[in-house]
């Protein structure tokens, strides 16, 4: 801690980042402070955290999108390396943009709907090949594999096989779950309900995989109050911290 | 001209321009990908992309035929749970007197659950109107704040009570994850909707969306199609739309002609996908022994 205070800034005598670990440590109890319900602490974290990831995103939205991909090379093209004029093209997407803005006048409000349904039509015009290609074809492919896949020796690997018959199973009865305009009776019915099972299964190892992954997320919160905070209030539990 | 011929028409051009779309980005290839630096050429077509071209002209086929036999006959929809306790839960916020909270995901307005969401939140508004409760709808995007605000104004006009409509119901909060986690926690605990629903992308904000209507007491109802986050939607939720079921549930609650027979376009097309895998399975398997060639061409067709 006394290196990297030494190299950082002061404010009133104080480390800017000593102040900083105290800022992040008191809106992590705030936020924290919910496990014990509503209450003025963590609304002041809240809206804390509301307002500047807000004003945030919005200098990133503009430091980082509309000066250096239209700002610039629009209207600035000296700025821009290689460019040998303005980009006049880019006037067609500054347009669409400008015509959200319609929003904030009631009689033309109606103009905000081309920029969004031009989005809309684009994104899902480029998503479906993608999607067609990487969830359909992709999968099956990876599906159809032999039940009975030759082994060392000249033999058979019964395993593989057995591990290879039980995706193939899995996928064509939760197929069947996922069949909306039949009755699930009959063998469709049987079927659909092994693929639920199916699905239940692949739910509780994703949910034990992801629990874990939280788990470590809330110990790394943790040690930064005990080894990174506490050190600031002459606390010193020894283990990881900034010092 | 009336309103039968001009669904058709619509739905002509539109099936007309998603083909378009999808063809154009099926094979047109810029130059800077073409087979090698020596060769650079501009090419239409793109013809390792051929296999997804053809699903998407025999998807494509399959959903108009499925409108015009929609048009003729009724349709049957298997029950979905989740869908039947939308009504229930609607009611029940109107017996409490208790406004609804929709929440819709981080999607972005192009994306498939963000679109199945604002679906569902169509008919959410249009029954909220009519009992005049009102729905609260926290957005990360503002594009989805945009339209979702010209969904449910349009959805309450529907419902002829255009004055109870409240903009400001609809509004943006911030685009940041935990931030907006943090703020639609805090509307739960201060606004005390009674019922609760969670509709398209979610990610690590599932789990705790969730808890927090838990402990509210809210009937909650989620649908996502995040594989990853299901398994805390289905512990912390009533019910939960699992994958495919959110797509379908506009059809499911509209029961509109035009998305029953995408629904059943959908499901002609698992038969088809159903039948392929079990025939590459059975070629895999004793094909190999009596007819090689015609196993390495019917699965190289669907290696990308």
Redesign the interface.
């Known amino acids: 801690m006394p290196e990297a205070a030494a190299t950082s800034s002061t404010i009133f005598g104080l480390s800017t980042q000593i102040i900083g670990i105290w800022v992040a440590a008191l809106l992590t109890l705030a936020?924290y402070s919910?496990l014990y319900?509503?209450n003025p602490a963590?609304?002041l974290?809240?809206h804390i955290?509301?307002g500047?990831?807000?004003a945030?995103?919005a200098v990133i939205l503009w430091y980082e999108g509309l000066v250096p991909l239209l700002i610039n090379p629009l209207f600035r093209p000296h700025l821009v390396e290689d460019a040998t004029g303005p980009k006049y093209s880019l006037i067609i997407p500054m347009v669409l943009g400008l015509l959200?803005l319609s929003?904030f006048v009631p009689r033309y409000d109606w103009l905000?709907?081309w920029p969004?349904a031009f989005?809309?039509?684009?994104?899902?015009?480029?998503?479906?090949?993608?999607?067609?290609?990487?969830y359909?074809?992709?999968q099956?492919?990876g599906?159809?594999?032999?039940?009975?896949p030759p082994g060392a020796n000249g033999g058979y690997d019964f395993l593989t096989g057995f591990g290879?018959l039980l995706l193939?199973v899995g996928?064509?009865c939760t197929?069947?779950y996922?069949?909306?305009?039949?009755?699930?009776e009959g063998l469709l019915g049987r079927a659909s309900r092994v693929g639920i099972w199916f699905?239940m299964v692949?739910?509780?190892a994703?949910?034990g995989n992801?629990v874990m992954a939280?788990i470590s997320l809330l110990i790394g919160r943790v040690q930064f109050l005990l080894y990174d905070w506490l050190p600031t209030i002459g606390i010193h539990l020894g283990g990881p911290g900034v010092g | 001209m009336n309103t039968a011929i001009s669904r058709q028409i619509l739905a002509l051009i539109v099936a007309v321009l998603v083909m378009g779309l999808v063809v154009s980005a099926a094979v047109a290839q810029p130059p800077f990908a073409s087979e090698s630096p020596a060769e650079e050429e501009t090419k239409w077509f793109n013809a390792e992309r051929t296999n997804v071209l053809v699903v998407m002209v025999l998807y494509s086929g399959i959903v108009i035929g499925c409108i015009y036999y929609a048009r003729r006959r009724e349709m049957y929809i298997r029950p979905i749970a989740g869908l039947e306790a939308v009504n229930d839960a609607i009611g029940r916020a109107t017996e409490m007197g208790r406004p609804m909270l929709y929440v819709s995901g981080l999607g972005g307005i192009s994306g498939i659950a963000t679109i199945a969401s604002m679906l569902i939140l169509g008919h959410l508004a249009k029954r909220a109107a009519a009992y005049e409760t009102p729905i609260i709808v926290p957005c990360n995007d503002p594009l989805v704040m945009t339209a979702e605000r010209e969904i449910v104004h349009q959805a309450y006009i529907e419902a002829g009570k255009p004055d109870a409509y409240e903009p400001d119901n609809i509004f943006y909060v911030t685009s940041s994850q935990f931030g907006y986690t943090a703020a639609v926690d805090g509307i739960m605990l201060r606004e005390r909707p009674a019922a609760n629903f969670f509709m398209g992308t979610f990610y690590a904000e599932a789990l705790i969306l969730a808890e927090t209507g838990n402990m509210t007491g809210a009937i909650q109802i989620a649908g996502t199609d995040m594989d990853t986050q299901l398994p805390f939607f289905i512990t912390a939720c009533d019910y939960t739309l699992m994958g495919e079921e959110l797509y379908a549930a506009g059809a499911y609650l509209s029961r509109s002609p035009l998305l029953l027979a995408q629904l059943k376009g959908q499901d002609i097309g698992k038969i088809l996908l159903t039948v392929a895998i079990i025939t590459g399975v059975v070629l895999a398997t004793v094909g190999v022994f009596a007819v090689p060639g015609l196993v390495v061409t019917f699965l190289s067709w669907f290696k990308p």
Request: proline share 3%; hydrophobic share 50%.
């Open positions: 936020i919910f319900g509503d963590y609304k974290g809240e955290f509301v500047v990831s807000v945030y995103g959200i929003r905000s709907r969004i989005v809309m039509g684009l994104g899902a015009g480029l998503s479906i090949p993608r999607s067609v290609e990487s359909i074809l992709r099956m492919h599906t159809m594999l032999p039940l009975l290879n193939v996928v064509v197929l069947t996922f069949y909306f305009s039949a009755r699930h699905l692949a739910f509780g994703g949910f992801t939280r």
